[in-house]
């Protein structure tokens, strides 16, 4: 993966949160389908993303989420640096996710 930033350098790991890399995901048209308490599950077409919640995001879970999303790691930047402030994500509520599909 080839981003501006790296995620594997300590200080750079900091700054990608769950909520940012969902933001961003929005930005590139998946929508949110639903949250269990450790990730959140968001689609585009037939392409599903799963985000832990767990706070901050290394780059090898990056590298995991893009792949399963089927997005390219230069489309997502741009959609990261893009994107605006907004309100935080509930890590509280959250809604079943009933059927997650199979991975592949």
């Given at each position: 993966?080839?981003?501006a930033?790296?995620?594997?350098?300590?200080?750079?790991?900091?700054?990608?949160?769950?909520?940012?890399?969902?933001?961003?995901?929005?930005?590139?048209?998946?929508?949110?389908?639903?949250?269990?308490?450790?990730?959140?599950?968001?689609?585009?077409?037939?392409?599903?993303?799963?985000v832990?919640?767990?706070?901050?995001?290394?780059?090898?879970?990056?590298?995991?989420?893009?792949?399963?999303?089927?997005?390219?790691?230069?489309?997502?930047?741009k959609?990261?640096?893009?994107?605006?402030?907004?309100?935080?994500?509930?890590?509280?509520?959250?809604?079943?996710?009933?059927?997650?599909?199979?991975?592949?």
């Open positions: 993966m080839n981003l930033f790296d995620l594997n350098r300590h200080e750079d790991s900091r700054k990608l949160k769950c909520e940012d890399c969902v933001r961003a995901l929005r930005a590139l048209g998946f929508t949110l389908e639903g949250m269990t308490p450790i990730r959140v599950v968001m689609k585009r077409d037939r392409a599903w993303a799963y832990p919640r767990h706070g901050r995001i290394s780059g090898g879970e990056l590298e995991a989420i893009l792949s399963a999303a089927r997005v390219d790691a230069e489309d997502f930047e959609a990261l640096v893009g994107i605006a402030p907004m309100a935080p994500i509930s890590t509280r509520d959250y809604t079943h996710v009933s059927t997650v599909p199979p991975r592949g």
